[in-house]
Nanobody, 120 residues
């Protein structure tokens, strides 16, 4: 069964860094736009970043611009989200998702999420 699997979450102090990974299992991520989403307690899910299917164009939510970087390694069938200068407000469950385009209003395929907690 095709599956997206997130990893790399954990507990970090404010100002620290984490690198999240999204890996496809029987699922070729190079054919898809991949988005990173997050959902914090009591808040709606929001899109953090996305990387396009073909040309690798990236986009970011304003609050993470300059701090987060999305990238691909097709040889490893993996999409990364490098998160620097983390803030307590970044605390959330982070999900990767796949669809045909970053412009889609919905994403069809989702992982189960990885917890990121930023706290002193």
């Amino acid at each position: 069964q095709a599956q997206l699997v997130e990893s790399g979450g954990g507990l970090v102090q404010p100002g620290g860094s984490l690198r999240l990974s999204c890996t496809g299992s029987r699922f070729d991520l190079s054919y898809y736009a991949i988005g990173w989403f997050r959902q914090a307690p009591g808040k709606e899910r929001e899109r953090v970043s996305c990387i396009s299917r073909r040309d690798g164009v990236t986009s970011y939510e304003d609050s993470v611009k300059g701090r987060f970087t999305i990238s691909r390694d097709n040889a490893k069938n993996t999409v990364y989200l490098q998160m620097n200068r983390l803030e307590p407000e970044d605390t959330a469950v982070y999900y990767c998702a796949a669809d045909s385009s970053c412009q889609e209003s919905h994403f069809d395929y989702w992982g189960q999420g990885t917890q990121v907690t930023v706290s002193s």
